[in-house]
């Protein structure tokens, strides 16, 4: 495969940058955004492999952007790796609903998230 892109949209600057530099370092291109409105334009202009996608953006919130992905012909498929620190109870099992293909809960560590990104990475490429 070649190098896989990811959308990072987080609006958190530290936390992006973590993000950003962690799948730097798995050997992913990234592209950032923080704003919610930004995301569904971002993914339309760069095609990304994977998104990551904060639930609490600034602008529009993730769920109402997984509908809009999810709706979009071109994107519906796009793999989407919600990372909140909200709890199932309050917002996960909303945004499996709304079309995430997986999700992973703030705090977590650079091996959790290396782990679920190679996943989904993997179904992808195949």
Known sequence: ???????????????CDLLQMTLEHQGAEVVTVSNGTEVVPAC????????????????RHGIDVLRDLRADEALSS????????HGRE?????????????WLGK???????????????????S
């Open 44 to 59: 339309r202009a760069r095609r990304p492999d994977l998104l990551l996608l904060d639930l609490s953006l600034e602008g």
């Open 78 to 85: 796009l793999p989407v790796l919600v990372v909140t620190g």
């Open 1 to 15: 495969m070649a190098t896989p892109l990811v959308l990072v949209a987080e609006d958190d600057p530290d936390l």
């Open 107 to 125: 705090p977590f560590t650079p091996t959790d998230l290396t782990l679920r990104v190679t996943l989904l990475l993997s179904q992808v490429a």
């Open 90 to 102: 309050s917002g996960v099992d909303e945004a499996m609903a709304a079309g995430a293909t997986d």
